[in-house]
């Protein structure tokens, strides 16, 4: 809402006809768990009272982690391991490590080909600074980078974007996320870029959070997902 608009109910009229919306278009014989989900910026009080008086709670906590682009890890490839720039021609394949590697992450539904399209090549989307780590001639892990120069002048930074990375189960723990994450901040300081951003649930199964600390990111911004159960 514009802040000069703010008080006289707009927000709580969208918000009603949003969840109203919503109601339809989950309404169906299916059987399956229906539920509502709102993503709130974690300062946004407002909107906050708003979810809570229409019976949304708070379910899920995110975090976005910024790091300059100083002292940056040195890139290596692990044992066994062969870190190459982002093949086009294998987008099939990498879409299915990306829908197994989140299979076991909360709210996370496996991506169609339309969707993992638009995210690696549509707006932002940067593939000369994305990676994918083989074994063999098997894509077993990717990052996937993007970068947004609209928002370099109000951020003051120019910020690389790890938008997505994911690596198989069967792969983890073997430090080929750290590798691909080295690399690609690598290949951002050669582009000339300031600083390094992600995102990442707070409760991540993989560790992930600890994971990006040890490699310098630092609490930027937060969201909260507020959810309602309707059946």
């Known amino acids: 809402v514009d802040p000069d608009a703010a008080g006289r109910g707009a927000g709580g009229a969208l918000l009603d006809w949003g969840l109203a919306r919503a109601a339809e278009l989950l309404a169906d014989d299916s059987g399956l768990p229906r539920v509502i989900r709102v993503n709130v910026p974690d300062q946004d009080r407002a909107v906050e009272t708003l979810l809570g008086a229409r019976g949304l709670r708070p379910v899920?906590?995110?975090?976005?982690?910024?790091?300059?682009?100083?002292?940056?890890?040195?890139?290596?490839?692990?044992s066994g391991i062969n870190i190459v720039t982002w093949d086009a021609e294998r987008s099939d394949e990498t879409l299915?490590?990306?829908?197994?590697?989140?299979?076991?992450?909360?709210?996370?539904a496996p991506m169609l080909p339309e969707g993992w399209t638009q995210r690696t090549t549509g707006f932002g989307a940067h593939q000369a600074t994305s990676?994918?780590?083989?074994?063999?001639?098997?894509?077993?892990?990717?990052?996937?980078?993007?970068r947004?120069?609209?928002?370099?002048?109000?951020s003051g930074?120019?910020?690389?974007?790890?938008?997505?990375?994911?690596?198989?189960?069967?792969?983890?723990?073997?430090?080929i996320a750290s590798a691909l994450i080295a690399r690609a901040l690598a290949v951002y300081v050669a582009e000339g870029w300031t600083?390094?951003?992600?995102?990442?649930?707070n409760d991540?199964?993989?560790?992930?959070?600890?994971?990006?600390?040890?490699?310098?990111?630092?609490?930027?911004?937060?969201?909260?997902?507020?959810?309602?159960?309707?059946?």
């Open 60 to 78: 899920r906590w995110f975090s976005t982690l910024l790091r300059p682009l100083s002292d940056v890890p040195l890139p290596s490839d692990p």
């Open 96 to 108: 299915a490590v990306s829908n197994a590697s989140f299979v076991d992450h909360w709210g996370s």
């Open 131 to 146: 990676f994918m780590a083989l074994d063999g001639d098997r894509v077993v892990a990717f990052l996937s980078s993007h």
């Open 148 to 154: 947004y120069e609209v928002d370099d002048d109000a």
């Open 157 to 175: 930074m120019k910020i690389g974007w790890v938008n997505h990375l994911g690596t198989l189960p069967g792969y983890r723990r073997r430090g």
């Open 195 to 201: 600083h390094a951003a992600l995102e990442v649930d």
């Open 204 to 231: 991540n199964p993989t560790g992930a959070r600890g994971l990006y600390s040890s490699l310098g990111f630092a609490p930027w911004r937060g969201a909260v997902t507020w959810e309602k159960p309707l059946f």
